[in-house]
T-cell receptor, first 113, second 113 residues
Framework: KNEVEQSPQNLTAQEGEFITINCSYS?????LHWLQQHPGGGIVSLFM???GKKKHGRLIATINIQEKHSSLHITASHPRDSAVYICAVRSLGGETSGSRLTFGEGTQLTVNP | KAGVTQTPRYLIKTRGQQVTLSCSPI?????VSWYQQTPGQGLQFLFEYFSETQRNKGNFPGRFSGRQFSNSRSEMNVSTLELGDSALYLC????????????FGQGTRLTVV
């Protein structure tokens, strides 16, 4: 079983829909990242969370440390939101864990006009 | 300020050759991590450098190595290339490492023929 599991793997939505992507992890973490990857490869960091909720524009990320679960929500989705969304965790491990990230497999989101 | 810069963006090499990839972090960032992304394995951690020292290493063979210079720029080297080394290689920089946001470069796409 992977340390980080994402669902769904693929998601197709119509423009304007509310979207939720889920991430579950099995290890103790110091932080969880939500990343966005467009075709061509570049990765953009959307959020870094260690507790609670963060909002940036139409994006909202939440994390429940006790349940080891995080969600990424996109409100009023738009075709330009089409990308792969990746959840990544930084495990607890003291100084030796450094900035090592463990990644989920990603969610391919397609938003149709 | 300038983002994380990776060079070259694309590279084609022949089996058995070696390759060196470069990553220039955001100014002031001391931590540089390297990741390999393939369709089959997803994103996997290679190693992390902090203040010129390797702080963490992933589960890759010794053919994969790296270093960091005093200006925090990092290089990774792959010797005796194999077809399976074809991948997108990404680096990420952060200010300190553990609980600071990671900023990714555009990646170097390596094709081994």
């Amino acid at each position: 079983k992977n340390e980080v599991e994402q669902s769904p793997q693929n998601l197709t939505a119509q423009e304007g829909e509310f979207i939720t992507i889920n991430c579950s992890y099995s290890v103790g973490i110091s932080a969880l990242h939500w990343l966005q990857q467009h075709p061509g490869g570049g990765i953009v960091s959307l959020f870094m969370l260690s507790s609670g909720k963060k909002k940036h524009g139409r994006l909202i990320a939440t994390i429940n440390i006790q349940e080891k679960h995080s969600s990424l929500h996109i409100t009023a989705s738009h075709p330009r939101d089409s990308a792969v969304y990746i959840c990544a965790v930084r495990s607890l491990g003291g100084e030796t864990s450094g900035s090592r990230l463990t990644f989920g497999e990603g969610t391919q989101l397609t938003v149709n006009p | 300020k300038a983002g994380v810069t990776q060079t070259p963006r694309y590279l084609i090499k022949t089996r058995g050759q070696q390759v060196t990839l470069s990553c220039s972090p955001i100014s002031g960032h001391r931590s540089v991590s390297w990741y390999q992304q393939t369709p089959g394995q997803g994103l996997q951690f290679l190693f992390e450098y902090f203040s010129e020292t390797q702080r963490n290493k992933g589960n890759f063979p010794g053919r994969f190595s790296g270093r960091q210079f005093s200006n925090s720029r990092s290089e990774m080297n792959v010797s005796t290339l194999e077809l399976g080394d074809s991948a997108l290689y990404l680096c990420a920089s952060s200010f300190e490492g553990q609980n600071t946001e990671a900023f990714f470069g555009q990646g170097t796409r390596l094709t081994v023929v």
